[in-house]
């Protein structure tokens, strides 16, 4: 802004934000107990304060200006100004600068200093204290947008669910060493959209790609001072604008851009959300934002004691969803990515905590009730993390029609059963078929489950059969963070090695959870990385390690690319064969007139499974017949469904295993499309008989077509 603001009119209410109609600016702010808010404009550079702008109109609680001689690029923030009384819960002071909640561009770094802080560090008093330094010296800026862009006739791809494939990516960690993305695009929105990233996203198979955090967040004060930075993103204080660390050109049309591209190429969108908590933690946190807007409405805080915050994240603080207009703010930001920037869907961090009427998980809490009637969004990807911290958070299973969620029992039940513990075959089959258990009760269907073996959080493939147990001296807490429960196996030695053995058993353990997740019924999610055996070193809790250690490696020596190759395939026989992506749960027995059932399992004998069989503490190896001619299902033109019928034989001792194969129908004979045991996954020449014997090596999977020989 290089000229004085003269004129300041009444504005409306509504929408909340900054927002460029094409004559001037209208700026709403929500604040229940404000007594006084200030709007401070800045320079073009941000460096200096040039003006500040007394909000006169109040409506409804929202304070509201509308000035006509502002345009897009305007630097803003805001003062609030109101009683500080913390052990009230209120803790206003026009000493720091905010930022807007509704900001669709924050631009510049929080650079850390006790001068953010709405206390005084170090006073006897702790948060009870008053700090009267100026924050806007180490504050980011807002920055008024025009949201103006050429989608032409960009549309979601609407992939259905029993259809999609989700990629998990870090916008950074995926391109930063990626030889063929120009080194100023690399780590960026543009990066990602780079047509060597989309050409291998299309190569590999992949339907949906899924972002870590991208709403604006900050870097930990404690990881800033040891020289790291808060790599995953999850620590969020603007819910409206992306951040622009992962820009190369620092305009939210990049990001659009980006979208554009992916969703040209055939590909979802998918956002992972941070709703349930924001980055300044607990009442020894800084005032950045919502904390000094009206920390007493944004935050959920202890009813006996609101100088305190009620915390069901491990973060400090919890969006308090029972207050309208927060609520309001998540679900006018939903909106703003579907309407504004096109994604397809979202997947909630912590949804427990969103669904938290009182103290309770409400299965049918506000949050899913306002959702499932929004017009705009009862109709995208809603995907939960189904739990929080809180007492009665863990909720997999619970959560309501329209949602499908991150399904932690198929993760732990895979691991296990590679692993080779004993007893785990019954839980491994629920697990296998869509898990029926949990999703059939509530209507939902197997695409509910969000099937994982791997994720963001926790050891990648490579490191799942390479540590027993975490490594995590990098992150500087002494190896105490991260999970200690990782059901993982070293096979025989803990780190790299240069054994054969071990190498070879590795590389087969890695092909058999790979062959299992995408051949397992409801949606497979795949770790970026994990399809070339990328490796964190043993560290489960990467989420501080902005470098090699999270970074992709896209240096593929031959067992790299054996293992893509073998992922490719997986994928491709996954998209081709319906009878891996069914819609509705396999029953069991013969359907509507149909001579076989459309599943049927069986010991390695070939006789079917009872229920002592399922309950042998010393059973690891199992097989399963899916009649693909018994799907019983129809497409979206009404045509049935029809495929092949196929076996899948596991076996998880580490002794080989002779299966007795059952009889195919006439003139048919099963012909073996992956072996596990075999480097790359596939075996010449497999062909065998019904009631013939095939030998299946120890820790070992085999996929058998039907293969019906001409008349």
């Known amino acids: 802004m290089s000229q004085r603001i003269n004129a300041v009119w009444p504005g409306r209410p509504y929408p909340r934000g900054a927002t460029w109609d094409g004559e001037g600016v209208n700026f709403a702010l929500f604040s229940e107990l404000a007594e006084k808010v200030e709007l401070c404009l800045f320079d073009p550079a941000g460096r200096r304060e040039v003006q500040r702008v007394q909000i006169r109109e109040q409506t409804d609680m929202v304070w509201h200006c509308y000035l006509p001689e502002a345009r897009p690029g305007l630097l803003y923030g805001y003062r609030v100004y109101g009683p500080y009384r913390p052990d009230q819960g209120l803790r206003f002071n026009p000493n720091k600068l905010l930022l807007d909640p509704y900001a669709r561009n924050i631009v510049g770094q929080l650079r850390w200093g006790d001068a953010l802080y709405g206390y005084t560090i170090g006073h006897a008093k702790a948060d009870l204290s008053f700090d009267r330094r100026d924050s806007a010296g180490g504050m980011p800026r807002c920055k008024v947008i025009d949201p103006a862009f050429t989608w032409g006739d960009d549309r979601s791809p609407n992939i259905?669910?029993?259809?999609?494939?989700?990629?998990?990516?870090?916008?950074?960690?995926?391109?930063?060493?990626?030889?063929?993305?120009?080194?100023?695009?690399?780590?960026?929105?543009?990066?990602?959209?780079?047509?060597?990233?989309?050409?291998?996203?299309?190569?590999?198979?992949?339907?949906?790609?899924?972002?870590?955090?991208?709403?604006?967040?900050?870097?930990?004060?404690?990881?800033?001072?040891?020289?790291?930075?808060?790599?995953?993103?999850?620590?969020?204080?603007?819910?409206?604008?992306?951040?622009?660390?992962?820009?190369?050109?620092?305009?939210?049309?990049?990001?659009?851009?980006?979208?554009?591209?992916?969703?040209?190429?055939?590909?979802?969108?998918?956002?992972?959300?941070?709703?349930?908590?924001?980055?300044e933690g607990d009442q020894r946190g800084p005032t950045l934002c919502f904390r000094?807007?009206?920390?007493?409405?944004?935050?959920?805080?202890?009813?006996?004691?609101?100088?305190?915050?009620?915390?069901?994240?491990?973060?400090?603080?919890?969006?308090?969803?029972?207050?309208?207009?927060?609520?309001?703010?998540?679900?006018?930001?939903l909106r703003y990515w579907v309407?504004?920037?096109?994604?397809?869907?979202?997947?909630?961090d912590l949804a427990s905590a969103l669904a938290r009427e009182l103290h309770e998980v409400d299965r049918l809490?506000?949050?899913?009730?306002?959702?499932?009637?929004?017009?705009?969004?009862?109709?995208?990807?809603?995907?939960?993390?189904?739990?929080?911290?809180?007492?009665?958070?863990?909720?997999?299973?619970?959560?309501?029609?329209?949602?499908?969620?991150?399904?932690?029992?198929?993760?732990?039940?895979?691991?296990?059963?590679?692993?080779?513990?004993?007893?785990?075959?019954?839980?491994?089959a629920k697990r296998l078929t869509g898990s029926s258990d949990l999703y059939n009760k509530s209507s939902r269907r197997p695409y509910a489950s969000i099937n994982f073996v791997t994720a963001h959080d926790g050891f990648t493939l490579q490191d799942l059969v390479s540590y027993n147990d975490k490594h995590n001296e990098a992150n500087g807490e002494d190896n105490r963070d991260g999970s200690n429960n990782n059901v993982s196996w070293n096979c025989g030695n803990e780190g790299p090695t240069d054994d054969p053995e071990i190498r070879a058993l590795r590389?087969?353990?890695?092909?058999?959870?790979?062959?299992?997740?995408?051949?397992?019924?409801?949606?497979?999610?795949?770790?970026?990385?994990?399809?070339?055996?990328?490796?964190?070193?043993?560290?489960?809790?990467?989420?501080?390690?902005?470098?090699?250690?999270?970074?992709?490696?896209?240096?593929?020596?031959?067992?790299?690319?054996?293992?893509?190759?073998?992922?490719?395939?997986?994928?491709?026989?996954?998209?081709?064969?319906?009878?891996?992506?069914?819609?509705?749960?396999?029953?069991?027995?013969?359907?509507?007139?149909?001579?076989?059932?459309?599943?049927?399992?069986?010991?390695?004998d070939g006789v079917e499974m009872t229920g002592d069989a399922w309950d042998r503490e010393q059973a690891r190896a199992?097989?399963?017949?899916?009649?693909?001619?018994?799907?019983?299902?129809?497409?979206?033109?009404?045509?049935?469904?029809?495929?092949?019928?196929?076996?899948?034989?596991?076996?998880?001792?580490?002794?080989?295993?002779?299966?007795?194969?059952?009889?195919?129908?006439?003139?048919?004979?099963?012909?073996?499309?992956?072996?596990?045991?075999?480097?790359?996954?596939?075996?010449e020449d497999g062909i065998f008989d019904g009631g013939g014997v095939f030998r299946l090596e120890g820790r070992s999977l085999a996929l058998l077509l039907e293969m019906k020989l001409p008349a």
Not at 645 to 652: G, I, P
């Open 160 to 279: 259905d669910w029993h259809e999609m494939v989700v990629y998990e990516v870090h916008v950074r960690g995926f391109t930063m060493q990626h030889p063929e993305v120009p080194p100023a695009l690399r780590g960026t929105y543009a990066g990602l959209a780079c047509a060597p990233v989309i050409d291998y996203l299309k190569r590999l198979g992949v339907t949906t790609i899924e972002l870590l955090p991208v709403h604006t967040f900050v870097d930990d004060r404690h990881l800033v001072e040891r020289g790291m930075r808060n790599y995953w993103g999850y620590n969020t204080i603007g819910y409206f604008a992306p951040d622009a660390r992962y820009s190369a050109s620092r305009k939210i049309a990049e990001f659009k851009s980006m979208v554009k591209a992916l969703h040209s190429a055939g590909f979802e969108v998918i956002l992972d959300v941070v709703y349930n908590h924001t980055a």
């Open 292 to 333: 000094g807007v009206d920390n007493a409405a944004y935050y959920r805080l202890k009813g006996d004691d609101p100088r305190h915050y009620v915390d069901y994240t491990g973060c400090g603080n919890t969006l308090n969803l029972q207050h309208p207009r927060v609520l309001q703010m998540i679900m006018d930001s």
């Open 339 to 348: 309407t504004e920037m096109h994604v397809d869907g979202f997947r909630f």
């Open 365 to 428: 809490g506000a949050f899913f009730d306002i959702i499932r009637q929004d017009p705009v969004l009862n109709h995208v990807k809603l995907i939960a993390e189904p739990w929080d911290l809180g007492e009665g958070g863990y909720q997999v299973g619970n959560f309501p029609p329209g949602w499908a969620e991150w399904n932690d029992k198929y993760r732990d039940a895979m691991r296990a059963y590679w692993k080779g513990d004993g007893g785990r075959i019954g839980e491994f």
């Open 507 to 604: 590389h087969r353990q890695k092909r058999n959870f790979l062959a299992t997740l995408l051949l397992s019924q409801g949606v497979p999610m795949l770790l970026a990385g994990d399809e070339i055996g990328r490796t964190q070193n043993g560290n489960n809790n990467a989420y501080c390690q902005d470098n090699e250690t999270s970074w992709v490696d896209w240096n593929l020596d031959d067992d790299k690319q054996a293992l893509l190759d073998f992922v490719r395939r997986l994928i491709a026989v996954r998209r081709e064969h319906p009878v891996f992506r069914r819609r509705d749960f396999f029953q069991g027995r013969p359907l509507h007139g149909q001579e076989i059932k459309d599943i049927h399992w069986f010991q390695p």
């Open 622 to 683: 199992l097989g399963v017949h899916l009649a693909g001619e018994a799907i019983q299902e129809v497409d979206r033109r009404g045509r049935p469904v029809l495929d092949e019928n196929f076996l899948l034989l596991f076996n998880a001792n580490h002794l080989p295993q002779d299966f007795v194969l059952p009889f195919a129908q006439e003139r048919s004979r099963w012909l073996v499309l992956i072996d596990t045991s075999h480097k790359g996954g596939l075996l």
